[in-house]
């Protein structure tokens, strides 16, 4: 179909003057509305005034002005439906070819902190939507455009047929149902938050391209990373990324869990991570110091992974950093002679992030199979806890800041965890077996003579007293661990028999 007539408005008027300017060299109509003609007429572009084309003028502070019969008839008469173009005919309303619009800015709006209730609805669009999906839904005889990088490819066809591609048109098409439908969900979602609605009867939510990946976790499957409408700044989708090859899709998931565990701190502290588990982690007085603690507690498992710190990086730390193999590393900032050092090697990532950015408020989604989970994300720490301390012995100075180590670390292993933790850093880590006592034994050979006078996280109750035995054999001192079971006694017991000092936290940090 010849495009002879267009409707032009929009909120984002990017690359459009030069655009509008070349249809209207082709011979095409333009009419367009409010500040959009504004713009178009200022700079010599010849156009109808939606009034014109309604004959009726644009009210209510302009939010009504296109939702009339002479705009949508023009965009939902089927051209080879005679009926449809016999009804234009008696009504002397004129097929419109061509649609430019996108939306008023509501993610703009809402982003903004001052921003009142009044301003974020008055920023909610009526007419656009319904020019959009009009004109979508009439994909055969009209083109719809909402993207302005998409002018230059729809302008060479119009210029080489006079036309567009019925397959250009169902690519275009369903691009806007996407835009709608975003928008959409922004507009749902700030609506359910204001209202105070926790668990709405239908879940909708927009995530933005940010990059194509080269493949998932595996080379055979395909992959993408989306980021959130409003990403916290914080977090890895708004890392900048300094130096090295592009991150992989296991690359993002375990800067993501580095990140979610340093934010656990406010000292100097480095994490290493490997497979989305903590394979080692330290604090101290310097970074330098901090990250020498998670490099010893496990300098075998730290090969290869990613390491986070939430200090600049120093050149004496890089120079540390240079020796072995890592993926990544994270800071806040790089000294300018550590950028120099860690920059030699051609392929290691290096990322920047504000890590003391506000803790994100949003929900923690899980997919499965037919479905999506939804949760909030675990921000609870142990000063939020009701500690009580259920042994005969209370621990000592040292051992309340192992405690508190083993406990910030251990609710981001893999169930069942266990942790151990000696002199500020950990010193073994046990992730993901079927049983607690599976878990405490493989902390305890990685720990070996460390586990002597170490102190002991676990993510959930003891069921019965074996983890508690086994950590007394290797000779820690100190536990901590969430209570609850109906055999706690038992676990008190033994805890007293050897001399051990129990916390007990109330809360549970299961990681499935």
Not at 310 to 337: C, G, Y
Request: charged share 25%; glycine share 8%.
């Amino acid at each position: 179909m010849t495009v002879k007539r267009a409707l032009i408005s929009v909120s984002n008027k990017k690359d459009l003057v030069p655009f509008v300017k070349e249809l209207t060299a082709l011979g095409i109509e333009v009419i367009s509305t409010g500040g959009t003609n504004k713009l178009l007429q200022e700079n010599g572009v010849e156009t109808i005034g939606i009034s014109d084309v309604t004959g009726f003028p644009e009210i209510m502070d302009g939010r009504l002005k296109t939702l009339h019969p002479n705009i949508h008839g023009g965009l939902l008469a089927v051209r080879d439906n005679e009926k449809h173009m016999a009804q234009l005919n008696e009504h002397g309303i004129t097929p419109i070819d061509l649609v430019v619009v996108n939306l008023y800015p509501f993610k703009e709006t809402i982003s903004k902190q001052d921003v009142t209730f009044a301003e974020a609805i008055e920023n909610i669009d009526i007419g656009g939507p319904g020019m959009l999906r009009a004109s979508a839904k009439n994909h055969q005889d009209v083109t719809v455009l909402v993207d302005p990088a998409d002018y230059e490819s729809v302008l060479q066809q119009i210029k080489e047929t006079g036309a567009v591609t019925a397959e250009k048109n169902r690519e275009l098409a369903a691009k806007v149902f996407r835009h709608t439908a975003a928008y959409d969900a922004l507009i749902a979602d700030y609506l359910t938050a204001y209202v105070g609605e926790t668990e709405p009867e239908q879940y909708t939510v927009t995530y933005e391209k940010k990059q194509s990946l080269r493949y998932g976790e595996n080379p055979h499957q395909e992959a993408a990373f989306y980021q959130s409408a409003f990403p916290s700044a914080g977090s890895i989708s708004k890392a900048k990324q300094l130096h090295g090859k592009e991150l992989s899709y296991n690359n993002i998931k375990d800067a993501d869990a580095a990140l979610q565990i340093l934010r656990e701190f406010t000292g100097p502290a480095a994490v290493a991570v490997k497979h989305m588990n903590p394979c080692g982690a330290g604090t101290g007085a310097t970074i330098k110091e901090a990250y020498t603690k998670a490099y010893e507690a496990d300098p075998t498992s730290i090969f290869g992974g990613i390491v986070a710190l939430n200090r600049e990086v120093t050149k004496e730390t890089a120079e540390m950093l240079h020796e072995i193999f890592l993926e990544i590393v994270i800071a806040p900032s790089f000294a300018s002679d550590a950028l120099q050092i860690l920059t030699s090697k051609k392929n290691i990532r290096l990322l920047t992030v504000d890590v003391d950015a506000p803790e994100s408020k949003e929900k923690q989604l899980t997919s499965v199979q037919g479905g999506l989970l939804v949760q909030d994300t675990d921000t609870l720490k142990l000063d939020d806890a009701k500690i009580s301390i259920p042994t005969k012995r209370e621990p000592t100075e040292q051992e309340w800041e192992d405690l508190k180590l083993a406990w910030n670390i251990v609710k981001h292993v893999k169930s069942n965890a266990i942790v151990l933790a000696k002199d500020n850093m950990t010193v073994g880590v046990g992730a993901g077996q079927m049983n607690r006592v599976g878990s405490a034994k493989i902390a305890i050979e990685q720990a070996g003579e460390k586990a002597t006078g170490s102190a002991l996280g676990s993510d959930a109750f003891f069921p019965m007293p074996d983890t508690v035995e086994e950590a007394a054999k290797a000779g820690v001192t100190a536990i901590i661990q969430p209570g609850g079971s109906i055999r706690d006694e038992e676990s008190i017991k033994k805890a007293d028999e050897y001399g051990i000092a129990m916390v007990f936290t109330g809360v549970r940090h299961f990681k499935h």
